[in-house]
């Protein structure tokens, strides 16, 4: 069953592990992908390599549902890259779970991504005229077939041969030979920092997964940077591409976890200071200001900390939804179901509410949000919005729904109120958005608030994104 996108979601998140000390790094990769779990429950993979040999280990599911039985330790090697990736519309299958592996003229390849692809369409096309079959409708085969292809040039001269022709965003670890590559595009559109201990070095999507196995964090994967870690440690080459900065400002407002810090910028305190910017910019006559579980709370501490306006936690989230809870219909959403959320009349009863919200996609959930909050007995609900409205997609491995299903692209302010049933609603500023990640907006991406997108994007994308 495809449930439908409420939020934006990232696809994926991708980590690496080359242990020094010769030992396993399969444990590793798994607690490296425990931490980034929140970047994709569809499904989890770890390949790891011994010599050269690669043994790899995939399924559907949570990664302590795919690695149950102790699989984790069938994983021999010191050398090895793990994935977790989020469902898209009607790919949900085994065969896309990575990391994805081939044997090219006698060399075991194996690479997992984050990211999409621009041009994988056409590229795909192009290697199947020339005799290529794929098993998949991933681009990240087209990237592992195009790395393969020119592997007698050495890892290096291989990927600037791939990187010359792919466009779009990844954040990608490839392992052949027991090395351990890491790989970042000419926007670093996507994250992937580096980490050390004494005896591993790690590449990970995010910091809070270098924290999970007590390695120190080294420093962010530049814009098409190559790095390559093996016996002789770790070296650095360029893609030899001309580079331009454009983090996704989404991975602040949403994607990542607060404890991460990107790119020199910590996510917690960016989310906060946007709600400290929101009181300014949006104030309002309120008792008590509350956070949309998780993401939204940082951002509500913030605004309720810079407006005087007691903060509380009005709403208790079910920590033990999964990836296959039925959403309740309609129906049932108007006899009170509220299993996701539950409002706490002990902080509500009486109150005019500010609930901060990190983003407004389609606008179904707030819609339910709004009366969930009512049903605690607020007074008065006034949804404010820690992101800028959203009004185009994304086309850089965030699963978003077409134009027409963005609330924020189709409906005034005033309709956006009127179909929420909030007393008012407000975004923060894109000025202020970018102002909470300490930048001018220069090294950003934020193509989805109506900003430019970081490349040009292929006419038969943006007609399959108007079909979705
Ligand atoms: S379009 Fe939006 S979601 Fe996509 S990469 Fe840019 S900022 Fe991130």
């Known amino acids: 069953m495809k449930i439908c996108a409420e939020k934006f979601h990232d696809e994926c998140g991708v980590a690496g592990i080359y242990k020094k000390d010769g030992k396993d790094a399969a ?21 790891t390599s011994k010599g050269g040999v690669m043994t790899t280990e995939k399924g559907m599911g949570l990664i302590h549902e795919v690695f149950a039985n102790g699989d984790v330790a069938k994983l021999k090697g010191p050398v090895g890259i793990g994935h977790v990736r989020y469902t898209t519309a009607g790919d949900s299958h085994i065969r896309n779970a990575q990391p994805f592996e081939v044997y090219h003229k006698g060399v075991q390849i194996a690479m997992a991504h984050n990211g999409n692809l621009v041009n994988a369409r056409a590229l795909r096309d192009q290697l199947e005229d020339e005799g290529l079959v794929f098993d998949t409708g991933s681009d990240t085969e087209v990237m592992l077939y195009l790395f393969a292809r020119n592997i007698r040039l050495g890892a290096v001269e291989s990927i600037r041969e791939m990187c010359k022709v792919i466009k779009g965003s990844y954040a990608a670890v490839i392992t052949f ?8 595009d000419v926007n670093a559109l996507r994250p992937l920092c580096i980490g050390e201990n004494d005896r591993s070095y790690v590449l990970a999507s995010e910091s809070c997964a270098l924290d999970a196995i007590g390695a120190k964090f080294v420093r962010d994967v530049e814009p098409g940077e190559i790095v390559i870690i093996d016996r002789g440690g770790l070296q650095s080459y360029s893609m030899d591409l001309e580079t331009d900065k454009k983090v996704c ?3 602040y407002v949403y994607f990542a976890r607060p404890d991460s810090t990107i790119d020199g910028i910590s996510v917690y305190e960016s989310r906060y200071k946007a709600g400290t910017i929101m009181a300014k910019e949006l104030p309002v006559d309120a008792d008590v200001v509350i956070g949309v579980p998780d993401s939204g709370m940082p951002a509500a501490i913030g605004y309720s900390e810079a407006s005087g306006i007691p903060y509380g936690m009005g709403l208790i989230k079910n920590k033990y939804i999964g990836r296959t809870f039925i959403q309740p219909s309609q129906r049932m959403r108007e006899e009170g179901v509220a299993i996701k959320l539950n409002p706490l009349r002990q902080v509500l009863e009486n109150k005019r509410v500010v609930v901060v919200d990190d983003s407004i996609v389609r606008g179904t959930t707030s819609q339910q949000l709004v009366s969930i909050i009512r049903s605690g007995g607020a007074k008065e609900v006034h949804l404010l ?10 086309y850089f491995g965030v699963d978003t729904p077409s134009k027409e299903k963005l609330i924020a692209a189709e409906h005034s302010l005033e309709e956006i109120k009127q179909i929420t049933g909030a007393d008012s609603v407000g975004y923060i500023s894109l000025e202020g958005l970018l102002r909470s990640v300490g930048g001018d907006g220069d090294w950003f991406c934020k193509g989805c608030f109506g900003g430019r997108y970081p490349m040009e994007i292929p006419e038969e994308l943006i007609l399959m994104r108007k079909r979705k």
């Open 385 to 394: 919005c820690a992101s800028p409205p959203i009004i185009s997609g994304c």
């Open 177 to 184: 030979e027991d090395k351990l590559i890491g790989i970042r």
């Open 249 to 251: 400002i989404f991975e």
């Open 27 to 47: 444990k590793f990769i798994y607690y490296c992908l425990y931490a980034l779990q929140h970047r994709g429950q569809e499904s989890t993979g770890i390949t």
